[in-house]
């Protein structure tokens, strides 16, 4: 099982991550038939110079736009 975890700290969800969930969740609507993905949120993970945050098993992905974002979803 994929786990998908957004940031939900000031910083990260004010530089883009309250626009990523409604992403994130499409994209899981799509692929939900070929992988198990699990959708959770998380308190501030103290890398905010670097936000919006989001970790796919763990591992941090930062992305400045939409289309930055869809292209670290793709490549699962």
Known sequence: M???KVCLGSSCYVRGNDKALPVLEEYIKEKQKEISIELVGCRCTNACQSGPNIFIDNKKYS???KDDLIKILEAL
């Open 63 to 65: 992305y400045k736009t």
């Open 2 to 4: 994929t786990v998908i």
